[in-house]
């Protein structure tokens, strides 16, 4: 950011509030241009901007997504072909040109959840080759969901001891609540929280809840998925 204030432009830096809170901010007062970077958590910073498409008061404002792993900014592309792609030593002359010629008719998602349609299941949720998978509460026949898995990965129902990782299912605030920190514990730092899409199923807990509970409890989110049309899920790590 130190590039751009040298520039002469006002930097707001947005990076700890959960992201609601800052899309409900710069809705109400959109910034000349977003710069999103890529080289962190790539898969969060397109979310991002999926959200920023999906919003009409942040629609036709420049996004200019910097740095991140040729693979993974190629994936952002795919889903937001318009916005300004560059790196950091390249940062000033691009957002120049994007503030130069801001979108007049922006690439718009269906859903921020479009950055994750395609993709393989295991492959969402991160499983790795070889990783203990824990699943608490699923529903029956999951596991037809996540087959095939990657070679020697094992899914184990509500068993105890550490896992690689935990997938958490909850169908009200209140498990989540009793659930979330001894799920966090089998996991180490690590753990997904998914439940009940409401177009599919009555329920007092969404996306805006599981964020917000996992945060008062020591997490931060950085993924979504849409499991099936049943179920959404966030991954959480724990706040260091």
């Known amino acids: 950011m130190s590039r751009l204030r040298a520039a002469g432009y006002d930097v707001r830096h947005e990076r700890f509030d959960p992201f609601p809170l800052v899309l409900k901010r710069v809705k109400a007062e959109p910034p000349d241009a977003f710069v999103i970077d890529l080289s962190r958590l790539p898969s969060h910073g397109r979310d991002v901007g999926l959200a920023l498409r999906e919003a009409k008061a942040t629609r036709f404002v420049p996004l200019v997504f910097v740095g991140g792993e040729p693979e993974k900014v190629e994936r952002t592309k795919q889903h937001l072909p318009d916005a300004t792609y560059t790196t950091w030593p390249r940062i000033r002359s691009a957002l120049r040109s994007a503030l130069a010629r801001p979108p007049t008719a922006p690439v718009v998602p269906r859903t921020r959840l479009d950055g994750y349609s395609g993709t393989p299941l295991p492959r969402k949720l991160g499983i790795k080759p070889g990783a203990v998978v824990a699943l608490i509460g699923a529903p029956e026949r999951f596991e037809e969901l996540v087959t095939p898995l990657p070679d020697g990965a094992e899914l184990r129902r509500n068993g105890r001891g ?6 958490l299912f909850v169908r009200s605030r209140d498990e989540l609540l009793r659930r979330l920190e001894r799920s966090g514990a089998r996991s180490g730092d690590e753990l997904w929280v998914v439940w009940p899409k409401k177009t599919a199923q009555p329920s007092d807990i969404g996306q805006n809840e599981v964020r917000a509970i996992g945060l008062a409890s ?8 849409a499991i099936d049309a049943t179920w959404s899920g966030l991954r959480f790590k724990r706040r260091a």
């Open 162 to 167: 550490r896992a690689d990782l935990v997938l």
């Open 218 to 225: 020591g997490f931060v989110d950085y993924k979504v998925a």
